[in-house]
């Protein structure tokens, strides 16, 4: 097929030189030679093929790689028909049908996105859609052009990372650890691409009353303070639900109640596993069963955090123990209730993440002339760096959107610089009685006074993210330590310490902190006593020589000099166990 199109085949003899002619491959195998010249016609009655699926798989990828003046990659016509090649759509402009271009050609492609932007004998293929080379996460930020490029990247890493809601089967699932959202709601400001995928049965974050104001001060670096109140009515609650696998060691075990454990029994049903719905606390009876091999009844309990039974599955071959009356495998599948806290990340779509750092009761936070009051306060310096633009617009759009029972378009590339988003949103505002800008006047909440100044305020979609502190809080008083060093052993699981290495260690050389150097490295580290001689001033030398008297059973112990003999004077001193390894 590719010798009717122009190739000139291996077998054959070729009139022309090498430097006038392109190889040509097919997935690693040199199928021939075709002319420079006419290289670029056989190209596009390939793709005309290759469009109307006619000798061609429409999965072909057609690669002319031209010759370059520059280093470069090596020219020629390569061509790759293998079963996992990416591909995407886009307009063949000479065809106007859709064709499926891999990633290898189109670098060496002209693709305009606009009609416009096409140059007649040059552009060849033109985008579907404007936003047709944006992903699923990035085509649900709402209006990601107005964003700088690296807050969209954010995002597109923490909408991975959004406490929301993973499925609805969930008697059906067992999955080791997830983080769901138990108040959700719809954003009233989002792409079209969200209604495509139907993201409403999936909702992932809640629509919040931001007021952006540096408040109190505990706003500062992209900290943010949350309206106690709106917490208690449910604000980003959310639970992590764990499964524990339970497999017993033999055939021959069951699970069963330990009759002669009251404790047991006060807690565990009669088959030796919890009630659902039940609240389980630290060292409480989970579940119980007889082991086969010791004879006895043994009963396992809980360590960790307070939950609440969510169910539990019996699993495995029934028929096999029959006998037995019972499965060999249980699954108990918990929630732990997460309310949010102090230290707990959110993040806006926009790439604004932060933590709570303070949450304060209603009335001290401020409050508009309708009683209105924020559930979260944002520091207005997390914009000007960050050029989040289009969070600007999602609080004037979410607040004309509650006030006229819409949902906004935040679709990208929609609006112009002659017809601004801000405009638009601002005029609908201004129809519902609020100012052009979206600004109020507010009332504190300390004095009740009103503020000279206009504040920004609107409504956000807000996203709780998975880092919680109750996950990462690590703190330790004593504790195990190495066998070999004496040191604290490090891990957050196990106990151990926090490592204060050797930058630390500069910092506080630099401030002059000697106390609390010696602190830290010395009296919560590796603290040891040791014998020294005062005479040759060394601490391998002494050592501790028993004295066994006759008429006395008990042994003394007398320290010696190894090298002074008698004249040397030992005494006792403190030295990191480290130095006398």
């Keep these: 097929m590719l010798a009717s199109l122009g190739m000139i085949p291996l077998n054959e003899p070729n009139i022309l030189s090498k430097d006038k002619c392109f190889t040509v491959m097919l997935d690693g195998r040199v199928l021939g030679k075709v002319p420079q010249r006419s290289a670029g016609r056989l190209v596009d009655k390939l793709r005309m093929l290759k469009i109307e699926g006619l000798k061609v798989p429409k999965t072909l990828e057609i690669v002319l790689v031209p010759l370059s003046k520059t280093k470069g990659q090596h020219p020629g ?25 891999g990633t290898f050609e189109q670098v060496y492609m002209d693709i305009c996105i606009t009609q416009k932007e096409a140059h007649p004998g040059i552009t060849t293929h033109q985008e579907l859609s404007k936003t047709s080379f944006m992903s699923n996460l990035a085509s649900m930020i709402p209006m990601p052009d107005c964003n700088q490029s690296p807050r969209n990247m954010y995002q597109c890493q923490m909408g991975k990372q959004t ?64 309206n106690k109140s709106s917490l208690e009515r449910g604000f980003a609650y959310g639970s992590v639900v764990k499964s524990e696998v339970v497999t017993l060691n033999s055939v021959h075990s069951y699970f069963a109640l330990d009759n002669t454990d009251i404790q047991a029994a006060k807690y565990l049903q009669e088959d030796g596993l919890p009630h659902p719905g039940q609240k389980v606390t630290e060292d409480q009876p989970f579940y119980s069963y007889f082991d086969h091999e010791s004879g006895k009844f043994l009963t396992k309990k809980y360590h960790g955090e307070d939950m609440v039974i969510d169910q539990v599955k019996l699993c495995g071959n029934v028929a096999v123990r029959s006998a037995a009356g019972n499965c060999g495998k249980a699954i108990i599948t918990y929630r732990i209730p997460r309310y949010p806290m102090i230290g707990d990340k959110f993040a806006s779509r926009a790439g604004q993440k932060g933590i709570c750092s303070q949450t304060l009761p209603t009335e001290d936070l401020p409050f508009t002339e309708s009683g209105i009051v924020p559930d979260i306060v944002f520091n207005p310096h997390g914009f000007p760096s960050r050029m989040t633009i289009a969070m600007m617009i999602e609080c004037m759009a979410g607040k004309s959107a509650a006030l006229h029972g819409l949902v906004h378009d935040a679709t990208p590339f929609e609006f112009s610089e002659e017809d601004t988003a801000i405009d638009y949103f601002g005029k609908l505002l201004h129809a519902g009685g609020f100012n052009h800008f979206g600004t109020e006047r507010l009332y504190s909440g300390v004095n009740g006074c009103e503020m000279r100044a206009n504040i920004f305020f609107g409504v956000v979609y807000y996203q709780r993210l998975r880092h919680m502190v109750s996950d990462k809080w690590q703190v330790r008083s004593t504790g195990v330590t190495d066998m070999l060093t004496r040191q604290p052993i490090g891990g957050r699981k196990r106990g151990g310490g926090v490592r204060f290495g050797e930058m630390e260690r500069d910092s506080l050389i630099s401030h002059g902190a000697s106390f609390l150097l010696q602190d830290r490295l010395f009296h919560c580290s590796d603290k040891s006593l040791a014998l020294i001689c005062r005479t040759c001033g060394t601490i391998l030398g002494p050592v501790l020589a028993i004295q066994n008297n006759k008429k006395d059973t008990s042994l003394n112990y007398t320290a010696k000099c190894r090298l002074c003999a008698d004249e040397g004077i030992i005494e006792r001193i403190e030295i990191p166990t480290f130095l006398g390894i």
Excluded: C
């Excluded at 028909?81 to 499926?100: D, H, I, Y």
């Excluded at 079209?192 to 629509?207: I, P, R």
């Design 77 to 101: 016509l390569f061509l790759f028909a293998g079963p996992a090649l990416m591909m995407r759509p886009v307009m063949n402009l000479a065809a106007k049908k859709v064709e499926l271009i």
């Design 163 to 226: 406490m929301g809601t993973p499925w609805h089967n969930w008697l059906v699932n067992s999955d080791t650890k997830l983080y769901r959202l138990q108040t959700p709601s719809t954003p009233l400001f989002r792409p079209v691409h969200y209604d495509m995928l139907k993201m409403d049965d999936y909702a992932m974050g809640t629509n919040a009353i931001v007021a952006v104001i540096s408040y109190t001060g505990y706003d500062m670096e992209d900290a943010m303070i949350i």
